[in-house]
């Protein structure tokens, strides 16, 4: 099929401009009502609209940065930033009483008390609007469903990924396709058969590369090169680029890496990383550092330069299945229903400097800005929902609700990212300004 590139991301997977675009009346209007709500921070309000804040105030001294005109500078994740300084100058912040790590703006971590009508999803709910329990896809006024993807996998969604440049979004599943789908109108344009189930899929410039048992399959949108690297053994569950190599965990537990030859147009082997005891489910590169997750519910540190174990982290006590890096930390979550902070010491080892915890076991992290650029963390848990949370406080922003765990979650430009789940269900969601969401105050 026709893998040509086309500029911008428009049409039905951007903000709607006309009502959307921007905040909604008089800006000074939102002040009127500058009070938090009680039962918000209860976790219980279900007025809508709500006349009061349903998020914290900003402390005095971000005020005064917001009426000058400037934002404080993003705190990046993955590769955006990373860990400061070489490591024999690498100094933790002091995680003592004053952390912010796990507190809102009033030291509360807020509670989650709201639960899907079963009845509802079934289409069955008797009780309508009088139903005790909730009647949408999510809960949270800060994003939006902007549409879901219709006419697609028949199995759980393992891989979305959007190339730069392009108006194709592509999604892998365990059915064993790849679908490309068209962001102006939302249609699947075309299906890719691969003959093996996608355990991962990234794009990196103009490739994607896609997991599949035994291969990587690698696609150059600009040139329509299709190549296949073969090497690993068993299913492959994470791939990240990093120092010009691409980096593919798989099943029989080993990271094989591989450098492209340009004047050959393949990827060539690199290195084999043994160490892990079990299959290799995360990946991601940060600091010079490529960090690995692992059934062994052990994270190992590798140094990119010549590619050895620096370290092996063993604070969790299940499944590793997600890392991502964001500002100086490094952020891991397990099925072990946690979520843990690890920050370099002066030493340069990194340490857990937080643990969040969870009801249920953790599958996918994702980092993204909203629309103010505040960091936000998105956490796909077993129990068939997305955690949305401020950064680094963890105060909860909303949830997302599927039929089934959400394996799949991808950041988009200009506060978009999707979702796909056990269903084959792809949805779009967006951000919205803090001041749409607070308009009806």
Known sequence: MDFDAHGGNKG?????????????????????????????????????????????????????????????????????????????????????????????????????????????????????????????WSLGDSFSLLTQLEGGHQKVVSGIALPSGSDKLYTGSQDETVRLWDCQSGQCMGVINLGGEVGCMITEGPWIFVGIPNLVKAWNLQTNADLSLSGPVGQVYAMVVGSDLLFAGTQDSAILAWRYNAATSIFEPAASLKGHSLAVVSLVVGANRLFSGSMDNSI???????????????????????????????LS???????????????????????????????????????????????????????????????????????QEIRAIQAGPGGLFFTGDGTGQVRVWNCKAEQQATAAT
């Open 333 to 403: 979550s397990s099925l072990d229903k946690t979520i843990k902070v690890w920050a370099a010491t002066e030493r340069g080892d990194l340490e857990v400097t937080f643990t969040h915890q969870e009801e249920h076991g953790l599958l996918k992290l994702c980092g993204m800005h909203d629309l103010e650029g505040k960091p936000l963390l998105l956490c796909s848990c077993n129990d068939n929902s997305v955690r949305i949370y401020d950064l680094p406080s963890f105060s909860e922003r909303g949830k997302i609700f599927s039929k």
């Open 12 to 136: 039905v997977f951007h903000r709607l401009s006309a009502g959307g675009g921007g905040p909604r009346g008089n800006h000074n209007d939102s002040n009127k009502n500058q009070r938090v709500c009680f039962h918000w921070r209860a976790g219980k309000c279900n007025r809508f609209p709500c006349p009061f804040l349903h998020r914290e105030l900003p402390p005095p001294n971000s005020a005064a940065t917001a009426s000058n005109g400037s934002h404080p500078a993003k705190r990046g994740f993955s590769n955006d930033s990373g860990f400061s300084g070489p490591p024999p100058t690498r100094r933790a912040p002091n995680f003592n009483s004053s952390s912010t790590w796990g507190r809102t703006g009033n030291n509360r971590v807020v509670k989650k008390t709201d639960k899907l009508c079963s009845y509802w999803i079934q289409g069955s709910c008797t009780f309508g609007e009088g139903c005790r329990y909730l009647h949408s």
């Open 300 to 330: 190992k540190v590798w140094n990119l330069e010549n590619l050895q174990c620096i370290q092996t982290l063993t604070g969790h006590t299940s499944v590793v299945m997600s890392v991502l890096c964001w500002d100086q930390f490094l």
